[in-house]
């Protein structure tokens, strides 16, 4: 999967369950809208990871690694503590969808540089 791809999913994902945590919940917090402004942004930038803009790609990066350390900072285990299974499970949903993005981006950095010293040492 190409780093792009992962973003766009990721984005999504947490768009989608992000809304599902505010509007299904009986005392919805605007904190549960953290994720959907996150994916909003980072939706936002796809068009230039998908070209490979290097600066637009570790802004991407950045907001990605603040998402997933921030879902597991607070949502996560404030909804252990309630004992909330589903919000457990949203929250794990869009940590995974982080990380796997968070991965292909990484692959992706490693990929360019090593094809970069590749084509340096072949001059």
């Known amino acids: 999967m190409k780093a792009h791809t992962a ?4 984005a ?6 992000g809304l599902w945590a505010y509007f299904g919940s ?16 980072i939706l936002s930038l796809y068009k230039g990871v998908k070209k490979e803009d290097k600066i637009i790609a570790h802004i991407a990066v950045l907001l990605t690694l603040l998402i997933l350390i ?5 949502p996560l285990p404030a909804a252990m503590e309630r004992g909330d299974g589903l919000a457990v499970m949203r929250v ?13 981006f990484i692959k992706s950095f490693v990929d360019v540089r090593k ?3 590749a084509a340096a040492a072949q001059k």
Do not use: Y
Not at 12 to 17: E, S, W
Not at 26 to 41: H, K, N, Q, W
Not at 70 to 74: D, E, I, Q
């Open 12 to 17: 999504v994902v947490l768009i989608g369950f």
């Open 70 to 74: 921030a879902l597991g900072v607070k």
């Open 92 to 104: 794990v949903v869009m940590m995974v969808s982080t990380f796997v993005a968070l991965f292909f």
């Open 115 to 117: 094809a970069r010293e």
């Open 7 to 10: 973003s766009l999913i990721n």
């Open 26 to 41: 009986e005392t919805p917090s605007v904190t549960a809208l953290i994720p959907v402004v996150f994916g909003v942004v």
